[in-house]
């Protein structure tokens, strides 16, 4: 295996100014986040931690993981804290922490669910009940609110929590892992700021444990005194009973498993922290076994948007080339969950294929999973609809808006990358970085661009002393022409094997690259084995997925529209529309329904009409009312 | 509303000796009914009326419906009985018979379940438990049997029980009603052949009382003690727990039905019913909400193969132009339904249109639903399957394989009809009949032709004495041109408005017509609004609806294959394959996965290559294996 070359620029090491993420930040600053809050309020959610803190009276309310939502909210707030400093939010912020530090037991044990419901019951049902999964997204809440504040009071809880669980599960102790993975990375994460090794042997545990018999979740459910009750959860069983491996994951170990199967976001966690394992451990076994399962997702599981996970029936994977467009379900969650193990992967490999499908689900499949306005939620993706779906404020199962609040709160993280050989510029986002290089050199970066509207990016290179190293630019995958400039010098525009324009020179203060990326619109083809898109194309312009909806367009008629041939895609800047979007215009032809009568069967090709057509990003579909909706098009 | 003016010719006054359906009656006489019955043997069918008729011991077998299974297969043979006399056979349906009359009850009662199983609860359940649904089939299958041999040992049976029926059901006695239709078409027939008026006055009731508050079925439902318990059937209850009227054609009166809704097969038979009641009262009403729902079906939710009802989770309709091709339920049985629904339109208006329609549903969605050598089921009737079907020898549900049966048996009585002016011919199958027209001249018809492989059709007519008639042809929907000689001299080929070329002349002895339909390949495109089918069409020769298969092609091939544009369709008619079947075979164009590599989407659109193909009729799919099948291409 290849040594982990490269590490990511912290997100409190980058600020972000532009004109596409900054307003978004801010969105989710000052809309998203405190809306968030007042939902787990409203909801008893933060009650819940009051409650089995001894705080005030009362009983455990809604679903029986929603703590893992508040512990979202945290690590989202924690996050915009440092891109948005708010005294008032850091106060809000402390009390929400005080609810859940007094709702930790004396041992360390922190559930609300438990505590409060089934006190007597801890850890008997690892499958279904996600204690463990709880526990981690506290995990990765206390490290977010640590990194950004500096402050211990959560990172404490969590490693008392974290300790109790080291000192309960693992080899020589008790065997068991989660149902819904997350704990993992959180482990990972934990040991990144503590230093302590024992988080990430658990981590270790958790993902190469999974999968091999005796199943531990098998063995959980022989017990008929089971907390949760055996019957509510019959997605969870095969149709004898036992509990579905697949759909957790727990199938086959990591370092057997080909294909991406069942629940999404849950395989998302697990590759991801496959990878944080793999980094740290070498194994190259579950290495290779996730460059087999990122061929798999990437290369017969993947919608255009970077949507995983069709089927709603079990939140998750089918068959390969099985991606239909108005049933999919393509959860927000595991567009982010897959942006997190692309992340992942890059950091691995170094290459920009890898970021490539990050940018796509950035942009796209996880985007499209909140409103302009930042208070209005998609829990499923399709890529099309007859005009049913909207978006809602909030769910009974809210793993989506937090998860959405704390990605764009620390999207920071994914743009740049360092190692002793040079930098990473892997995402175009105006904004500045401090980085490190060779010999402990600090460099500030600083991009401007209209990204990703304009493939026009200005990068400034400002070393604290004059210091040679590799500037690595990332060429998206989308892009099949560009020029680069150095100092105002035309440079050389190749792209090397990892698909880096990769310039290495000594760098001096205020030195500038420019870059150029051609960004027309690209009609996109499925393969043949995609059986809905058959005949079929999408738009798309630079990382951006175009669709088509009925209030930029006559009723539906996109459901027959054609745009094939040589018709002319015009694209405008419109700085009024949906926050400031570029359109794509053409003539397009529509089948004409009005000579069919009442017929329901002619033995005569329908005849065309042309007409001029608009699509939106698809991101920024369902932003005005419920709307009928196609990415894809003859 | 227009009198009842056209009686069809009955099965007895027909006999087939064609190349198409003559060999599959015989295979109907030698294969499939001999196989029915194992079947019902094997599976404790006909040892139910044994149990409870007191013959042997032991207790019910089987679904509580299971009865009509035996019903509809004692209907089958009795036809074949009439069309393949077979002494062996003829007693063992008497044997049947004597059991099925064992197991009647003192007072008529006839139920093979409620008397083994649940005896003190008769009548308490009929929105589910099937009673009245059970007693239909009984009055079919004593119809059939007493037209076929004369003989009344089951219609004396079915008369016990349908007076004591009439005895406790009707107005001014106690409300009730078949959840699943199919008593109100048996009762007409019953009342036809005994000439007892108050069979049609119940059928009118059960046909009519349908649909007014209070509703019946909801009534029963408030009973804890119903048979059958009340969570087996959850499908037939609103979310609220109330009977689902829409289901069961319950939902409104059918003088105010729009829109055919819910379970398929009891919409077909209630609205086949409804057609009845509506010949026999006059009723404008109802022939005018027959008029609504046969334009709703024909021009919003009928498969070009004459399925209905796509989905299968109510076994029924769901919304306009929904008519998905994989998933398709399109059940054999509702497609029979249909055909008994459109004989019943064509004889209450005398139109060709709904002649049509039983034509297309005859030779493609029910046709499909038996296999070659008579004894391999469909329950559904997908348009394309990616090879997961296979073809059943029974079902535990098993309402389809002797409904198939009795379609076979019977299909001579949808060939002619009769009236005083005159005579129509229907469908183009060789064979002779015997009508009688004004002044009660018996007239002799033979038609020769190889329909439908060729559009060529003689017939000659041959009246005792020379008599007046018109003789009215039906000229299919599907043919846009044909030719007609009168005694070998052309005749003008004109359709008048019924869609007939009606013939109007004295007809001596051996007298002759000669009819020249053209019969080109038909590229078939569905309404806009259909959207699985936008951009694709359907071939169609004749009556025939085609299909690609694996078989025949390479590997799923035809899941990109395009035949549009200038491409030319070449026939042959192939008397080896499937029974001797007419092929088409063109070059296509399919899209060429194999550039594709690992691509899952790529920037430039897929390139074609050319090869040959070759298309099956759809009737014939799933004969050599289980395939990947579509009708719809590019």
Same mark, same amino acid.
């Not at 295996?1 to 100014?17: C, E, G, S, W």
């Given at each position: 295996?290849?040594?982990?070359?490269?590490?990511?620029?912290?997100?409190?090491?980058?600020?972000?100014?532009?004109?596409?993420?900054?307003?978004?930040?801010?969105?989710?600053?000052?809309?998203?986040?405190?809306?968030?809050?007042?939902?787990?309020?409203? =909801?008893?959610?933060?009650?819940?931690?009051?409650?089995? *803190?001894?705080? !005030?009276?009362?009983?455990?309310?809604?679903?029986?993981?929603?703590?893992?939502?508040?512990?979202?909210?945290?690590?989202?707030?924690?996050?915009?804290?440092?891109?948005?400093?708010?005294?008032?939010?850091?106060?809000?912020?402390?009390?929400?922490?005080?609810?859940?530090?007094?709702?930790?037991?004396?041992?360390?044990?922190?559930?609300?669910?438990?505590?409060?419901?089934?006190?007597?019951?801890?850890?008997? %049902?690892?499958?279904?009940?996600?204690?463990?999964?709880?526990?981690?997204?506290?995990?990765?809440?206390?490290?977010?609110?640590?990194?950004?504040? *500096?402050?211990?009071?959560?990172?404490?809880?969590?490693?008392?929590?974290?300790?109790?669980?080291?000192?309960?599960?693992?080899?020589?102790?008790?065997?068991?892992?989660?149902?819904?993975?997350?704990?993992?990375?959180?482990?990972?994460?934990?040991?990144?700021?503590?230093?302590?090794?024992?988080?990430?042997?658990?981590?270790?545990?958790?993902?190469?444990?999974?999968?091999?018999?005796?199943?531990?979740?098998?063995?959980?459910?022989? %017990?008929?005194?089971?907390?949760?009750?055996?019957?509510?959860?019959?997605?969870?069983?095969?149709?004898?009973?036992?509990?579905?491996?697949?759909?957790?994951?727990?199938?086959?170990?990591?370092?057997?498993?080909?294909?991406?199967?069942?629940?999404?976001?849950?395989?998302?966690?697990?590759?991801?922290?496959?990878?944080?394992?793999?980094?740290?451990?070498?194994?190259?076994?579950?290495?290779?076994?996730?460059?087999?399962?990122? @061929?798999?997702?990437?290369? @017969?599981?993947?919608?255009? =948007?970077?949507?995983?996970?069709?089927?709603?029936?079990?939140?998750?994977?089918?068959?390969?080339?099985?991606?239909?467009?108005?049933?999919?379900?393509?959860?927000?969650?595991?567009?982010?969950?897959?942006?997190?193990?692309?992340?992942?992967?890059?950091?691995?490999?170094?290459?920009?294929?890898?970021?490539?499908?990050?940018?796509?689900?950035?942009?796209?499949?996880?985007?499209? *999973?909140?409103?302009?306005?930042?208070?209005?939620?998609?829990?499923?993706?399709?890529?099309?609809?007859?005009?049913?779906?909207?978006?809602?404020?909030?769910?009974?199962?809210?793993?989506?808006?937090?998860?959405?609040?704390?990605?764009?709160?620390?999207?920071?993280?994914?743009?740049?990358?360092?190692?002793?050989?040079?930098?990473?510029?892997?995402?175009?986002?105006?904004?500045?970085?401090?980085?490190?290089?060779?010999?402990?050199?600090?460099? @500030?970066?600083?991009?401007?661009?209209?990204?990703?509207?304009?493939?026009?990016?200005?990068?400034?290179?400002?070393?604290?002393?004059?210091?040679?190293?590799?500037?690595?630019?990332?060429?998206?995958?989308?892009?099949?022409?560009?020029?680069?400039?150095?100092?105002?010098?035309?440079?050389?525009?190749?792209?090397?094997?990892?698909?880096?324009?990769?310039?290495?020179?000594?760098?001096?203060?205020?030195?500038?690259?420019?870059?150029?990326?051609?960004?027309?619109?690209?009609?996109?083809?499925?393969?043949?084995?995609?059986?809905?898109?058959?005949?079929?194309?999408?738009?798309?312009?630079?990382?951006?997925?175009?669709?088509?909806?009925?209030?930029?367009?006559?009723?539906?008629?996109?459901?027959?529209?054609?745009?094939?041939?040589?018709?002319?895609?015009?694209?405008?800047?419109?700085?009024?529309?949906?926050?400031?979007?570029?359109?794509?215009?053409?003539?397009?032809?529509?089948?004409?329904?009005?000579?069919?009568?009442?017929?329901?069967?002619?033995?005569?090709?329908?005849?065309?009409?042309?007409?001029?057509?608009?699509?939106?990003?698809?991101?920024?579909?369902?932003?005005?009312?419920?709307?009928? !909706?196609?990415?894809?098009?003859?």
């Amino acid at each position: 295996m290849r040594d982990r070359i490269v590490k990511a620029l912290p997100f409190t090491a980058v600020t972000i100014n532009d004109g596409f993420w900054a307003p978004r930040q801010k969105t989710n600053s000052e809309a998203t986040i405190p809306h968030e809050l007042a939902q787990c309020q409203k =909801t008893g959610r933060i009650d819940n931690f009051a409650k089995a *803190g001894g705080l !005030m009276s009362g009983e455990f309310e809604g679903i029986f993981f929603n703590d893992s939502d508040v512990y979202k909210w945290v690590e989202a707030a924690s996050y915009t804290l440092s891109t948005h400093p708010n005294p008032a939010w850091e106060a809000e912020l402390d009390e929400v922490i005080a609810k859940i530090a007094a709702s930790q037991q004396p041992d360390g044990y922190l559930n609300t669910y438990f505590t409060l419901v089934e006190p007597t019951k801890r850890w008997q %049902n690892l499958g279904i009940m996600h204690e463990l999964y709880c526990a981690g997204h506290l995990f990765e809440a206390a490290v977010a609110h640590y990194q950004a504040t *500096g402050k211990r009071n959560l990172l404490d809880v969590a490693c008392r929590f974290a300790d109790l669980i080291d000192s309960l599960f693992g080899p020589g102790k008790r065997d068991g892992l989660p149902g819904h993975e997350g704990i993992e990375i959180a482990l990972v994460k934990l040991a990144g700021v503590t230093g302590e090794p024992r988080y990430t042997a658990l981590a270790e545990y958790f993902v190469t444990r999974r999968g091999h018999s005796p199943s531990v979740f098998e063995k959980e459910l022989e %017990n008929p005194d089971i907390p949760g009750g055996l019957d509510s959860y019959r997605h969870h069983f095969t149709r004898d009973g036992k509990f579905e491996g697949h759909y957790a994951q727990a199938h086959l170990p990591i370092q057997q498993q080909t294909e991406c199967v069942g629940h999404a976001v849950r395989a998302m966690y697990l590759y991801s922290a496959a990878a944080d394992i793999a980094a740290e451990t070498g194994d190259t076994d579950i290495l290779n076994a996730l460059d087999i399962l990122w @061929k798999n997702v990437t290369e @017969k599981r993947l919608y255009v =948007t970077g949507g995983v996970g069709p089927s709603g029936h079990n939140e998750g994977f089918t068959n390969d080339y099985e991606l239909p467009n108005f049933s999919a379900y393509a959860e927000t969650c595991a567009s982010i969950g897959l942006i997190f193990w692309a992340h992942r992967m890059f950091l691995l490999h170094g290459a920009s294929r890898f970021v490539d499908v990050l940018e796509t689900a950035l942009y796209n499949g996880a985007l499209s *999973g909140i409103s302009l306005d930042g208070t209005g939620f998609f829990y499923q993706n399709p890529l099309a609809s007859y005009g049913d779906r909207f978006r809602h404020e909030w769910f009974g199962c809210a793993c989506c808006p937090p998860n959405i609040a704390r990605l764009l709160a620390s999207i920071g993280q994914y743009i740049y990358a360092e190692s002793d050989e040079g930098l990473w510029v892997n995402l175009y986002v105006g904004g500045t970085a401090e980085a490190t290089v060779a010999q402990n050199v600090s460099v @500030k970066l600083t991009q401007e661009t209209d990204y990703p509207w304009a493939g026009d990016v200005a990068l400034t290179i400002d070393p604290e002393v004059p210091v040679s190293f590799a500037l690595n630019l990332r060429v998206p995958g989308w892009c099949e022409q560009f020029e680069a400039r150095v100092n105002g010098r035309v440079y050389k525009p190749e792209t090397n094997s990892d698909g880096y324009l990769s310039i290495t020179r000594e760098w001096h203060a205020d030195d500038s690259v420019e870059l150029r990326f051609d960004m027309p619109v690209a009609r996109v083809y499925a393969h043949p084995l995609v059986r809905e898109n058959v005949g079929r194309f999408a738009l798309r312009r630079g990382p951006i997925v175009y669709c088509f909806e009925d209030v930029d367009n006559p009723d539906g008629v996109f459901q027959t529209l054609s745009l094939s041939g040589e018709v002319a895609l015009e694209t405008t800047f419109n700085d009024e529309l949906l926050g400031g979007v570029t359109l794509i215009r053409g003539m397009g032809t529509v089948l004409d329904a009005s000579e069919w009568d009442n017929n329901l069967y002619l033995p005569t090709k329908p005849k065309m009409r042309q007409l001029e057509v608009t699509a939106i990003p698809y991101y920024a579909w369902c932003n005005r009312g419920t709307s009928q !909706m196609s990415v894809w098009v003859l």
